[in-house]
Nanobody
C-alpha cells in the first residue's frame, strides 16, 4: 500500500508565502506524475500544478508566476512554493501522486489527506 502525508498549510496574510510538502511512502517502483489540487468551499476541485517524471511542469493560469512546483524523487516528495498569496487562494490543498508500485504493473492514483490554506485580506 501507499500512504501520502502532506504538511505546510496554515493562515497567512495576503502577499505572504507558504510551502506545502507531500511525501509518499510504501511500495513504490516509479513516480509518474505528482501534483497539487485545491478545493475552495462550494467549488469543484481544480488542478493547481503538476510535475511529471520528465520534469514537465504545468500550472493553472491563476497561479502562474506565483507558485512553483518541485519534487525530490529520492524522497518521494513533492513541494508547492506559494508566493504572493491572495485571498482567492484560500482552499484545501490536496497532493496527488500517480505511482507504479511494481514492474511490470499499472499506474495507480493516490491522494493526500488535504491541508488547509487560508489567506486573509
Amino acid at each position: 500500500q501507499v500512504q501520502l502525508v502532506s504538511s505546510g498549510g496554515g493562515l497567512v496574510q495576503a502577499g505572504g508565502s507558504l510551502r506545502l510538502s507531500c511525501a509518499a511512502s510504501g511500495s513504490i517502483f516509479r513516480l509518474n506524475v505528482m501534483g497539487w489540487y485545491r478545493q475552495a468551499a462550494g467549488k469543484q476541485r481544480e488542478l493547481v500544478a503538476q510535475i511529471t517524471s520528465g520534469d514537465t511542469r504545468n500550472y493553472a493560469d491563476s497561479v502562474k508566476g506565483r507558485f512553483t512546483i518541485s519534487s525530490d524523487n529520492a524522497k518521494n516528495t513533492v513541494y508547492l512554493q506559494m508566493n504572493s498569496l491572495k485571498p482567492e487562494d484560500t482552499a484545501v490543498y490536496y497532493c496527488y501522486f500517480q505511482i507504479q508500485r511494481v514492474f511490470p504493473g499499472a499506474l495507480h492514483d493516490y491522494w493526500g489527506q488535504g491541508t488547509q490554506v487560508t489567506v486573509s485580506s
